[in-house]
Every structure is written in C-alpha cells, then in structure tokens.
C-alpha cells in the first residue's frame, strides 16, 4: 500500500461546481497533513494545513479523518483559476514529509 | 517575510557534465532544508534534508550530492550527469517544529522554491 494515495483524475468540472478530493494515509501515527496545489510546471504550493477539526479558508474546507486514516479536499463554487494538480502531504514517522501523486483538477467555462 | 531562492530556472547540460544548483533562503534562521526531484508526470521524490550546517541526509543511492556551507544556503551537485538525472529539482524549506524539536521531525509545512527545469542531453 502506498503511504499516500490519491484518485489522479483528472477531475473535469464546469465552472461553479463543487468537487471533492480524498486522500488516504497508511501511517496511523501521522501527526501532520496538508494540501498543497500545483500549477503545471510550477512549484508546489501550500494551499492550507488540515487540522483535527476541519478547517476553512474561503471556498476551500478541509477535513480530517482519524480512524479511516482520510483527508478530504471541498472546493466549493470553482473558478477557472482553480485548475491546478492538488498535492496530499502527509508526515512519516520519521518527520518527513510525503506527497501524494496528487489529483488534478480541470474547471471548464 | 521568508523567502526562498533557487537558480537556475532551467538548465541544459550534457552526459557527464558536472552540475551545481544552489538554493538560499531570507528572513529565517535554522531552517530545515530539502531537494526533491519530480520526474515529468510524477510525484515529489526527496533527495536529501538538511537540519543544519554540514549535517546532510541522504534519501536514496544516487549520482548526486548535496551540501549545506552555511546556515542558509544547500547545493545540490552531480560530478557527471547521468540522462536519469533529468527532472524538475526543488528546494524547500520549512522553520523547526512548533513544538521545540530540533531534529528532522517538524509538524510545519513545507514552502519551495520555483524549481530548476534540467534537460540532459
């Protein structure tokens, strides 16, 4: 099993749809989780931490889930500028960080 | 404000050439340090992390080398390429851990810089 895993899509939505992404984790002692999104040959860049619980940032919520070892990604009303590969990163017990393959996301006018 | 410094943006070089990416960061102080590669359609494999001047870890058996001269500076070396040493190479950073540990282990994200695109030919 992957210690990260993530559906790669793409995930092709019309403009003001709402789109979820989940991401599991193998590492039940994971203490730290975050999204990043990516740009087409461009740097990843953190789009938000996740914390225990749940958390907000204007159209985007992310959540946590402990037991099914889960992280979820909510885009509410996407725009254009929401195309981008989004990037699960979870730490290992040994601190660092692991990156998802990452899913990509495609919003169409 | 932190920011981070990596050049440069692209690269062209030719089997058995040697290689020398520098990454810098500004506004922090013993900050963790990292090399990643990204093959073209593929995740963020790490290369090596630095907690400190001089202490280099490495990740995988490799062609490459890094170093870490001074607090915040990490090169990343090669003395001959190879045509697998092709990639998109970036250098992050991210402050210690929150929670005091000066080791690898940190609970902070992970911030990069813009990557070097190096074609080998």
């Known amino acids: 099993r992957k210690e990260v895993e993530q559906d790669p899509g793409p995930f092709n939505v019309p403009e003001g749809a709402t789109v979820a992404f989940n991401c599991t984790y193998s590492n039940s002692a994971s203490q730290s989780f975050f999204w990043y999104r990516q740009d087409c040959r461009k740097e990843p860049k953190l789009l938000m931490s996740?914390?225990?619980s749940g958390n907000e940032d204007g159209r985007f919520t992310a959540q946590l889930n402990r037991a099914s070892q889960y992280i979820s990604l909510l885009i509410r009303d996407s725009k254009l500028s929401d195309s981008a590969t989004y990037l699960c990163v979870v730490n290992d017990q040994g601190g660092k960080l692991i990156f998802g393959q990452g899913t990509e996301l495609s919003v169409k006018p | 404000s932190q920011t981070i410094h990596q050049w440069p943006a692209t690269l062209v070089q030719p089997v058995g050439s040697p290689l020398s990416l520098e990454c810098t960061v500004e506004?922090?102080?013993?900050?963790?340090l990292y090399w990643y590669r990204q093959a073209a359609g593929r995740g963020l494999q790490l290369l090596f992390y630095s907690v400190g001047i001089g202490q280099i870890s490495s990740e995988v058996p490799q062609n490459l080398s890094a170093s870490r001269p001074q607090d915040r500076q990490f090169i990343l070396s090669s003395k001959k390429l190879l045509l697998s040493d092709s990639g998109f190479y970036l250098c992050?950073?991210?402050?210690?851990?929150?929670?005091?540990?000066?080791?690898?282990?940190?609970?902070?994200?992970?911030?990069f810089g813009d990557g070097t695109r190096l074609s080998i030919l």
């Open positions: 996740v914390y225990s």
């Open positions: 992050a950073w991210s402050p210690k851990s929150s929670g005091g540990n000066s080791g690898l282990y940190s609970n902070q994200p992970q911030h």
């Open positions: 506004g922090t102080s013993n900050p963790n």
